[in-house]
């Protein structure tokens, strides 16, 4: 029986010792050979631009903000959704100048210099000066809204010293991405004495062989051509024939998106040869609350990677209070998102997009 016990047990202690060195032997090879290589694919960067319609602080906008004492009041609503654009862009439809107040239904306008610092506190990094009213106060109101605006480190487009600085572009790049953003008015809207010319401050108008031009020379040095296009009727819902034309031309030059401004209501959007075309944004902060129109706007957040638009999301906003822009509610949202007669939309979470 003892030998038996005996037996027992030096059998388990040789097959232990076994299993302990086997296993050693294994820890031994594996931690000699050489670590196995797993593949990653580095996502490649995204980068979202923020565009937005109109913006004036003039008139009632102006009165509104002083009786709040709050400049950025404004921006309130729609301030924390800027925020999360890489680019955020909109046409401001003002000079920044000190002078007197201007009149409720007064057609110059003039914002004070505290404006400067609201859109920058809002997140823009830039906006369009080519429009009808940016030129009011003249060449001080210009030089003065540049100022403004660089003293907040917010670029500008489509106006300039001279005609060289208003026809350039503006160069913005974001997690390696590059882009470049071009301005211009129609010349059908505005005196002859508002373009810039060689040794006088003033905007870009639209000429075709212009865009050409200035598109052909940045096309090589960047991934991505945005234009501003301020034109078209007032208060209509779709584009005219100068809008179409000129949007076209500019996709056909080279531009990647075309936004546009000046009608002041939400205007239909198109795909053309691949690139998308927003005709109107419509208002964003304005003092017109005599219509339903002209309280709608558009905000859209365009998704781009390096090669391509990967998604344009689409959020609807109604201006209340003379100037305060705020996310529409759901049927307000479909009737601003009907304007654009554009039909090949997604939907998820609340949120109409393009999928590209």
């Not at 003892?2 to 296993?23: D, E, H, Q, Y």
């Not at 400049?71 to 046409?91: A, E, R, S």
């Not at 546009?260 to 075309?277: L, R």
């Not at 100037?323 to 979470?349: D, S, T």
């Amino acid at each position: 029986m003892k030998f038996k016990i005996l037996w027992v047990i030096t059998a388990f202690t040789v097959g232990l010792f076994l299993v302990i060195f086997s296993l050693a032997r294994v820890n031994i090879k594996l931690s000699n050979s050489s670590p196995i290589s797993i593949p990653t694919s580095t996502p490649s960067p995204k980068v979202s631009l923020i565009a937005v319609g109109d913006i004036s602080f003039s008139r009632s906008v102006e009165k509104e903000v002083k009786k709040k004492n709050d400049y950025n009041y404004p921006f309130l609503k729609v301030k924390d959704f800027l925020k999360t654009g890489d680019i955020v862009f909109g046409n401001l439809e003002t000079p920044i100048t000190p002078g007197r107040e201007i009149q409720s239904g007064e057609m110059i306008f003039r914002s004070n210099p505290q404006t400067a610092q609201a859109l920058k506190e809002a997140g823009f990094t830039l906006v369009s000066l080519a429009n009808n009213h940016t030129p009011n106060f003249g060449e001080k109101g210009l030089l003065d809204t540049f100022e403004y605006l660089s003293s907040q480190e917010i670029k500008y487009v489509g106006a300039g010293k001279n005609s060289q600085e208003a026809y350039s572009p503006a160069i913005l790049e974001s997690r390696g991405i590059k882009f470049a953003f071009f301005a211009y008015t129609d010349q059908n809207l505005v005196p002859s004495f508002y373009e810039a010319a060689e040794n006088r401050a003033g905007t870009a108008f639209l000429k075709e062989e212009r865009l050409r031009q200035e598109i052909d020379k940045i096309r090589p040095k960047v991934d991505f051509i945005i234009i501003s296009l301020h034109s078209g009727e007032e208060y209509t819902p779709q584009p005219n024939n100068r809008q179409t034309n000129f949007a076209h031309q500019a996709v056909d030059f080279g531009a990647d998106l075309v936004i546009g401004h000046h009608p002041h209501v939400v205007q239909t959007a198109e795909k053309y040869k691949d690139k998308y075309i927003f005709y109107s944004l419509g208002n964003f902060v304005f003092d017109q609350m005599w219509s339903q129109q002209t309280k709608q706007g558009l905000a859209i957040k365009v998704d781009f990677s390096k090669e391509k638009v990967e998604r344009i999301s689409l959020f609807p906003v109604i201006i209340e209070n003379f100037c305060q822009p705020r996310f529409a509610e759901e049927k307000e949202k479909e009737q601003i998102i009907k304007r654009l007669m554009f039909y090949n939309l997604n939907y998820e979470n609340g949120i109409y997009y393009i999928s590209n």
